[in-house]
């Protein structure tokens, strides 16, 4: 969440450097096609802030592509828009919305979508679940990460749980109890929640994570990444697993004394990070800043795999083999906008496994700059 002040600007100028106008004017790509920097989502110039930020996008049961991004209405409270595709990406419609119908606020930051690969505490496989901020527009709090989950293939959502607590206010500032940027998985029958924790005095910010086997009640939180001087800030957790090495490897931004430069740490479990040893992403020089994203991928009858990284600040992606040494990464240029946590997806392609990007573009992106959603398939890089 250190994006608020480090705004990343020339990443920001580069995915918004084009009008609404000049969207207009582009070819339209056929389906089931690569393609690059296509719109999904045209804020109106009147919206506030930022306009958009923060997408994500899953595969649903039915095929499609479901994706969302923190919204900013001239309106409130905010939502979490739910927009669907049937063609690979290319056109979008607006498909429904998430809302907060529990606390009055609105669902104002960083939604994080995750498909049920097998049924899970009375929800059947394919159910989509969605997590994200509520909290007042004036941000003083109090702070809910909530849960909501669709089972029609983002069709419709209905409320599931309240997971983590914060007083507020829900700012970046130092001392000021605060919670961020949920990711979820599924772990020996559990799902965890990882998300970057502002509530404890002696910590600035540290990854904490909770547990549930219901998703209804949720076990106390636990640390995560901690560091020990207090103004240091580890944030925005997203993991990948590797089946070949059996590593998970958990990447994360490292604000404070390392300028948001992002890290990374590898463990047997995503319980053990907290032993781990802690490396710097540095691809011969090339290091990220901000906002991490991490995948994996490995062909259908393949002997290896690809950890599939990026940064806010670079276009470019980083990918390491399954073993994920500190001295093994390199960049590829996939010819795709950045974005503060561009998501990157794989799906099935109308037969073909391909990936997905999208962005909502940067922090820090207001007045003339103009954000805006944009998505982009191509050819899956492999290491």
Same mark, same amino acid.
């Given at each position: 969440? =250190? ?21 207009? *004017? ?15 989502? =045209? ?34 409270? @905010? ?26 606020? #609105? ?5 994080? =979508? ?11 496989? $394919?159910?989509?679940?969605?997590? #994200? %901020? ?23 959502? &209905? ?48 990854? &904490? ?19 020990? /001087?207090? $103004?240091?800030?580890? #944030? ?18 490292? +604000? ?11 463990? !047997?479990?995503?319980? !053990?990070?907290?032993?781990? !040893? ?6 011969? $020089?090339?290091?990220? %800043? ?12 393949? &002997? ?9 600040? @670079? ?8 073993? /994920? ?7 590829? @240029? %996939?010819?795709?906008?950045? $974005?503060?946590?561009?998501? *990157?997806?794989?799906?099935? @392609?109308? #037969? ?12 820090? +992106? ?18």
């Amino acid at each position: 969440m =250190l994006g608020y002040i480090f705004t990343l600007l020339v990443a920001a100028l580069s995915v918004v450097s084009a009008t609404p106008m000049d969207m207009d *004017k582009r070819q339209t790509p056929s389906p089931y096609s690569n393609f690059s920097k296509r719109p999904v989502f =045209l804020p109106p110039q009147n919206y506030p802030l930022w306009r958009s930020a923060y997408a994500r996008t899953v595969q649903a049961a039915d095929g499609a592509l479901i994706t969302t991004w923190e919204n900013y209405p001239d309106v409130e409270p @905010d939502w979490f828009p739910i927009f669907r595709s049937t063609d690979g990406g290319v056109n979008w419609s607006n498909y429904s919305q998430i809302r907060d119908t529990q606390n009055g606020w #609105g669902m104002r930051f960083q939604p994080n =979508l995750h498909v049920l690969e097998q049924a899970f505490a009375g929800y059947a496989k $394919g159910t989509i679940i969605a997590t #994200g %901020v509520s909290t007042p527009l004036n941000l003083k709090g109090p702070v809910w990460i909530d849960m909501y989950a669709s089972t029609d293939n983002g069709k419709s959502w &209905s409320f599931v749980s309240h997971i983590i607590y914060a007083n507020g206010p829900e700012t970046i500032d130092n001392g000021n109890a605060a919670i961020w940027e949920p990711y979820t998985m599924i772990y020996n029958n559990q799902m965890l929640i990882f998300y970057s924790d502002s509530r404890d005095p002696a910590h600035s910010q540290k990854l &904490s994570y909770a547990s549930s086997s219901d998703l209804k009640s949720w076990s106390a939180s636990k640390d995560v990444i901690v560091y020990s /001087a207090q $103004g240091e800030r580890p #944030g925005m957790a997203t993991i990948a697993y590797s089946p070949v090495s059996k590593k998970y490897v958990l990447m994360y931004e490292y +604000c404070g004394s390392q300028g948001c430069r992002v890290h990374y740490r590898s463990a !047997s479990d995503p319980l !053990s990070f907290a032993s781990a !040893s802690d490396y710097e992403l540095n691809a011969n $020089g090339s290091v990220p %800043v901000s906002g991490p994203y991490i995948i994996y991928y490995k062909a259908p009858g393949a &002997s290896t795999g690809t950890f599939i990284a990026s940064g806010s600040n @670079d276009a470019r992606v980083y990918l390491n083999n399954d073993a /994920a040494a500190s001295n093994t990464w390199k960049t590829v @240029d %996939v010819g795709q906008y950045p $974005g503060y946590s561009r998501n *990157k997806l794989i799906f099935n @392609d109308n #037969g073909t496994s391909k990936i997905h990007y999208i962005t909502g573009g940067s922090y820090g +992106c207001q007045g003339d700059c103009y954000n805006f959603v944009a998505n982009g398939v191509g050819d899956i890089p492999t290491y």
